[in-house]
């Protein structure tokens, strides 16, 4: 169902009602992002953006009999000002969350430099390949 949700938010991107955040200067904005059961949807901070977000938030329950889990799901800010995040918090009916998030092990920080962000993530994967070469070695030995 989710791959669903995920090809709602391409054709509301794809007809202009959906513009994503913009990340970075040389790449298109992003919508969405998911991996098995979770979804984050990246929206620009307005009331249009946020009522598209929500109606499709609302289809998607209505069309699939899931519900999105209050207690679990948030909304996070940046470059924002109070008066608009006031707004889409009363629209979408979700809390604030807070930066850092982790996200797939990935902790995301709009304030934090991105060279040190890929720092971590580059050696949470040399230690599991480190760990994988160990122990197919050692596996090989045996053979």
Known sequence: MAEIL?????????????????????IDPISHSQFVD?????GE???????VIKKLLNDYE??????????KSMIYFFNTNVRMQSKIKEIMGYPQGNFPLKYLGV????????NKMWEDVINKCQVKASSWKNKWLTQAGRI
């Open 6 to 26: 995920g090809r709602n938010v391409k054709s509301l991107v794809k007809k202009g009602l959906w513009k994503g955040a913009l990340i970075h200067n040389s």
């Open 45 to 51: 901070a307005t009331e249009k953006e946020v009522v």
């Open 38 to 42: 979770d979804t984050i949807l990246f």
């Open 107 to 114: 902790q995301l920080d709009p304030g934090r430099q991105q």
């Open 62 to 71: 209505i069309g699939s009999g899931q519900s999105m889990n209050k207690e």
